[in-house]
């Protein structure tokens, strides 16, 4: 990828793909594309056509997607199935259609069996039955990888396919009932710090385990294995390191300054119990995260405080 190279980030206004786009002009990288969902649907067949045709886009990150967490999945699941199948199939066919000449799809750890042994390897891949609340967008993970598959296969495209773990960072959703569990909890503990409530209820038993990897540590990985890796195989994107559910919403606790209690409501899903990546194929193609979790929340406090003030200013 030579630093003339036009790169579309699609998806540039979200968490990940905001990420990317920093971590791409950072290395000099300027030639950049980008469209917003009101100006290009990626669900709309002929409007991606055309906006290959008329761009000729030689590199393109996909990271645009219907992005959520475990409620927002379980209740919006035709969606969750629907408008991801089509975004990543317009946009890997345009893609080859009009010769980019690399493509990455993001897919994610969702896509493994609910218990499949942990740490999930790349090779477990449809060995055994998803989790529920999340199998629309694991389904539509999985067309996606066998699209970029299929492709490469068939007409020769360098599309390569990675595997992030939870993700959380600068630009993330803190939708309340939407939004994924870091961003959730920092939310609610604020809120609830600003409030003088005496207690933050938390969904679920707090005995599910996630591993978190910062947003921008994603995009430098992501840079790097389109600069570096050109294999079909999956490549998992993580920290090789989890925690549970109670012990992330003790360290929010901590990072926010809240001191009431937290209690757990059994009513909420607790989803898949774990989902812990192997990331030694990660590692071995030399790239390594930087940012620890107590660090990276920090970061992400900040964020959510400036962007709450810009907010009601
Ligand atoms: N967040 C996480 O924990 C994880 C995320 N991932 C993957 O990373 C990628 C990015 O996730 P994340 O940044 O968190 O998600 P966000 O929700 O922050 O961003 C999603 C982006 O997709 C765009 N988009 C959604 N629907 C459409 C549409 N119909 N047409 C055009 N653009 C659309 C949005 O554009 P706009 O803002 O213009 O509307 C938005 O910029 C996704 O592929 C996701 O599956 C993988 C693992 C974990
Ligand atoms: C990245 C991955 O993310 C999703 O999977 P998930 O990791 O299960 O999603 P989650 O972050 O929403 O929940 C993780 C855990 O956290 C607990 N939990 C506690 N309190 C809140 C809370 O307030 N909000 C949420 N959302 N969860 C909470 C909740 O009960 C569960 O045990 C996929 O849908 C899919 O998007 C995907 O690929």
Request: glycine share 8%; hydrophobic share 40%.
């Amino acid at each position: 990828m030579q630093l003339n190279d036009k790169i579309y980030i699609a998806g540039h206004r979200g968490m990940v793909g905001g990420a990317i786009k920093r971590r791409l002009q950072t290395l000099g990288y300027n030639n950049l594309l980008t469209r917003s969902s009101v100006d290009l649907d990626l669900r709309n067949q002929a409007a991606v056509d055309e906006f290959f045709a008329s761009e000729q886009p030689d590199y393109v990150f996909l990271a645009a997607a219907k992005v959520g967490g475990i409620y927002a999945n379980n209740t919006y699941r035709a969606e969750f199935l629907y408008d991801n199948l089509m975004m990543e199939a317009n946009i890997i066919h345009a893609a080859y259609k009009h010769g980019v000449k690399k493509l990455m799809f993001l897919g994610s750890s969702c896509i493994y069996p609910k218990m499949a042994p942990q740490p999930l390897t790349e090779d477990s891949l449809l060995t055994g039955p998803l989790e529920i609340t999340n199998e629309p967008y694991a389904i539509a993970k999985i067309a996606g990888i066998k699209l970029c598959e299929a492709y490469r296969d068939q007409y020769g495209c360098n599309f390569i396919s990675v595997m992030p773990t939870n993700l959380y960072g600068i630009g993330d959703n803190y939708h309340p009932e939407n939004s994924h569990v870091l961003p959730a909890l920092i939310r609610r503990f604020h809120e609830a710090k600003e409030a003088g409530k005496p207690s933050v209820a938390v969904w679920g038993s707090g005995t599910p385990r996630r591993e978190f990897l910062f947003a921008d540590d994603l995009a430098a990985a992501c840079v790097y294995l389109m600069l570096h890796y050109d294999g079909k195989e999956l490549v998992n994107i993580g920290t090789g390191e989890d925690l549970s559910i109670k012990e992330l919403a003790e360290t929010v606790k901590d990072v926010v300054c809240y001191d009431g209690k937290i209690v757990f409501d059994a009513s909420k899903p607790d989803g898949t119990p774990r989902k812990l990546m192997d990331v030694s194929k990660l590692h071995s193609l030399g790239w390594k995260h930087t940012t620890e979790l107590k660090e990276g929340l920090v970061q992400a406090y900040a964020d959510f405080l400036k962007k709450r003030h810009m907010a009601v200013s």
